[in-house]
């Protein structure tokens, strides 16, 4: 647990000190929230049809504002070559990559909820009702994009094409996620309350689950092998 | 196995493939009697239905491949693993071109959001994203890379087959031919059997080819 929270004081120290995922993330859910907002406005939707539309328009910007950002996450692992000195410090591979997991999952989380507010602003939305349940699927999307993208960030570092094969890896695997996380969200909007016994919530959950363990113990082959 | 077996073997498998082939054929074509509803377009079904057989089994091989490479270390599964990608791509496709020539008929349109149709398009990205691994990844970690992601690929196999139970049958049009015991004729039954075991015996031949050349290829490079 010591060694855990070494790492993610590091990882987070590293973002604070450079503000580099955080403000990208940030400003691509910004201008994602107002370029789509402008669409929409331009569209001349009635209110319920933009509501209709919310969950695709906020899933489209967090995957875009998340991708980009995602690619700064094992940029210094890889300048200098620090996982070599971590490992020899005694940290396992699993630890590693659940540090590296907990800071992106921060990051994400604030750029997806400033993508939702943007959007509340921008569109002016009364989404309060269901602003909690909503944050709570949202959460469960991150998780599971997190956990893979941590997974295939380093995969496409060693790739030609580095960035730019990112998003056609990633997002195909993060399909199961977006579905069952849209489909809720399409739901709460049309006035049903959150059931946590629905197939979708398990569809979330048990990716969730499985991403993540594929992602612990898949990181060593991956990163350091 | 001995090199003589081998041959005997591989041989014999071609063979088998290409007499299942023509006489899935030959059901199709001249024996089972039109769909009542549907017509000669039904048809394509039989293609369809062993294309997805022979992609899952391909996605089978991956998966099984990937797992071994990090048992073994041996350098064949990552060789398996490259042929079983491409074939499965390629059947993949297939399902896909087949599928939407029967949706235009049947729907009039090429491509529909419904689950199955949606689950397996995102199979065959998954699919593209193996090989374009192999194309532009680092020659000495790709072998690692790619059965990272073939391990991450097939997890999503289950949700393909069974999206087509997770939404309700009124949100979806991909008809459960077998499930509502739609094959009244027994030869329609026949003939979806020997298009499956036709499909899938190609799958391993073409695998098996496939094998063969990337060995070759990857001798060529190490001398």
Not at chain 2, 91 to 104: E, L, P, S
Not at chain 2, 122 to 145: E, P, Y
Not at chain 2, 181 to 205: C, E, N, R, T, Y
């Amino acid at each position: 647990m010591k060694i855990l929270l070494a790492l993610l004081r590091k990882d987070l120290l590293i973002e604070f000190r450079t503000k580099e995922t955080i403000f990208v993330t940030i400003g691509m859910a910004i201008l994602m929230s107002a370029i789509a907002s402008v669409g929409v406005s331009a569209a001349l939707l009635p209110p319920a049809a933009v509501k209709s539309v919310l969950p695709v328009l906020l899933t489209l910007s967090f995957l875009l504002s998340s991708t980009i950002s995602m690619t700064r996450t094992y940029e210094y692992e890889y300048q200098d070559r620090p996982l070599q000195g971590l490992l020899m410090s005694g940290a396992t591979p699993q630890l590693v990559f659940v540090s590296k997991f907990l800071t992106n999952f921060l990051t994400m989380s604030v750029g997806t909820l400033t993508t939702l507010l943007g959007f509340v602003f921008f569109l002016n939305l009364s989404i309060a009702q269901i602003f909690l349940p909503m944050t709570f699927i949202f959460g469960l999307m991150i998780l599971g994009f997190v956990a893979i993208a941590t997974l295939i960030v380093p995969i496409t570092f060693s790739s030609r094409l580095r960035g730019v094969i990112l998003p056609l890896l990633l997002l195909p695997l993060t399909f199961p996620i977006l579905f069952g996380g849209i489909e809720i969200c399409s739901s709460l909007i049309a006035g049903i309350p959150l059931d946590l016994s629905s197939p979708w919530i398990s569809l979330l959950v048990g990716f969730d689950v499985l991403y993540m363990a594929i992602g612990m113990n898949l990181f060593d082959k991956v990163v350091i092998e | 196995m001995k090199p003589s077996l081998f041959k005997k073997a591989e041989t014999a498998l071609h063979l088998l493939s290409i007499a299942l082939g023509l006489y899935a054929l030959y059901l199709v074509f001249m024996v089972v009697p039109n769909e009542r509803v549907m017509g000669p377009v039904q048809r394509i079904f039989y293609f369809h239905v062993g294309a997805a057989m022979a992609t899952y089994c391909s996605v089978g091989l991956i998966f099984l491949s990937a797992l071994l490479h990090f048992a073994t270390r041996n350098r064949f599964w990552d060789t398996l693993s490259v042929a079983a990608a491409e074939v499965g791509l390629l059947f993949c496709a297939v399902v896909m071109a087949t599928g939407m020539i029967w949706g235009h008929a049947a729907w009039n349109t090429w491509f529909r959001w419904e689950p199955r149709l949606v689950s397996f398009l995102v199979l065959m990205l998954i699919l593209i994203g193996i090989n374009l691994l192999r194309i532009f990844g680092d020659k000495g970690k790709v072998a690692n890379h790619a059965a990272a992601f073939a391990i991450l690929a097939a997890v999503n196999v289950p949700l393909v087959i069974w999206s087509i139970d997770l939404l309700p049958q009124s949100a979806q049009l991909h008809p459960k031919v077998v499930q509502d015991q739609g094959l009244k004729d027994p030869s329609f039954v026949k003939a979806m059997l020997f298009g499956m075991l036709a499909m899938v015996s190609l799958q391993f031949s073409l695998v098996f080819v496939r094998t063969k050349v990337e060995s070759v290829l990857r001798l060529k490079d190490s001398i």
